[in-house]
């Protein structure tokens, strides 16, 4: 019965998503309507717009928003608390700073051709790889409390903020502005390319994950009950770090730094869904697919023409989020 309620779930959230898509893909500056599109020639001014500059979009936001929401499902998973997050952690950071210092020391400008696309990318997964086995490292050496882990966290952000500040002081012109913009997170250089890139290395990565997520439910048992049970701890540990990292790496990499995604999402699955990862990473994917996509929406076209950073949205809804979480988990709201 519990699976039958969990597909149920996932089902109505497709068809949610699927709506959701098609009603972002005609919002925005320009109103657009399916009749336009139906009653308009595939050359018009109506379809290049919904089809080179709105729909890109979406699906960017799509993968972005799925991607960052299963990261934080799998290191709530690995860590076995709800309030890890790659952007508490510091994850988010450290590919941040990788990332700017491709685009200060103009790596991405030397790559040829299609390879400027995936520099980012594997500049933005060094440096969230890294954090992440410090992070790891740091929590089995000693008590991993939330505490100490959200200790390291703002230190990691402490030091990768401060190390992006003076790249910034050292670029040009033309790269502040855009480390300034890509700092607080947008969808706006989205295009077909892009979203390929994207795509290509995501969708690999998330069905890699749901391919362990029989062994996640096994270590929340604890590592030593995982092994008798057959399970390779460290090996699996460190496949899903990987994958996080990945996943974590090619979004930032492309919109930049959007947080509180992979901390909402997965937990408000959690409540919905169970504890189960078979189903609750997958509906993580599409909650968080569902809301960056909101969130982009009421980015581009609360002010429109202008547009806001589509980060600024999701910390106004994640902030209140996470203050709610850690009253709730140290007693406040019941004392």
């Known amino acids: 019965m519990r699976q039958v309620h969990a597909l149920r779930w996932l089902l109505l959230m497709l ?19 399916l009749l336009q599109l139906w009653q308009q ?93 410090i992070i790891f490292t740091l929590s089995r050496s000693g008590s991993s409390s939330l505490a100490r882990l959200l200790l390291v966290g703002i230190a990691i952000n402490a ?18 502005r855009q480390l300034s913009l890509w700092g607080m997170g947008s969808l706006g250089q989205a295009q077909w390319p892009l979203v390929g890139a994207c795509a290509s290395l995501m969708l690999p990565t998330m069905l890699l994950v749901q391919r362990l ?24 540990q460190r496949q899903l770090l990987v994958l996080s990292a990945l996943l974590v790496a090619a979004s930032v990499a492309v919109s930049g730094i959007i947080g509180f995604v992979g901390l909402v999402v997965p937990h408000l699955m959690r409540m919905c869904l169970g504890g189960d990862h078979r189903w609750m990473l997958p ?23 202008a547009e806001m950073p589509v980060g600024l949205i999701t910390s106004l809804i994640g902030g209140p989020w996470f203050l709610w979480l850690i ?5 406040g709201l019941h004392g």
């Open 283 to 305: 509906g993580s994917v599409l909650a968080g697919a569902m809301l960056l996509l909101l969130a982009d929406t009421i980015a581009r076209t609360l002010v429109a023409p």
């Open 15 to 33: 068809a949610l998503m699927l709506l959701m898509m098609i009603l972002a893909a005609n919002l925005g500056a320009m109103r657009l309507t």
């Open 327 to 331: 009253l709730r988990r140290s007693g």
């Open 159 to 176: 030091l990768c903020g401060s190390a992006v500040g003076v790249l910034s002081w050292l670029s040009s012109d033309q790269q502040l």
């Open 213 to 236: 997520t029989a062994r996640l439910n096994l270590l929340q048992l604890g590592e030593e009950e995982a092994h008798y049970l057959g399970i390779d701890v460290r090996r699996t």
């Open 41 to 133: 020639p595939m050359d018009s001014m109506v379809w290049q717009v919904w089809w080179d500059i709105r729909l890109p979009r979406v699906l960017l936001a799509v993968l972005v928003g799925g991607a960052l929401a299963l990261s934080g499902g799998i290191m709530q998973g690995l860590f076995r608390n709800p309030l890890a997050d790659p952007g508490l952690l510091g994850i988010s950071s450290g590919a941040a700073l990788a990332v700017a210092l491709s685009v200060v020391l103009t790596f991405t400008s030397l790559a040829p051709g299609a390879l400027a696309l995936w520099v980012p990318m594997l500049a933005a997964f060094v440096g969230s790889l890294a954090v992440t086995l």
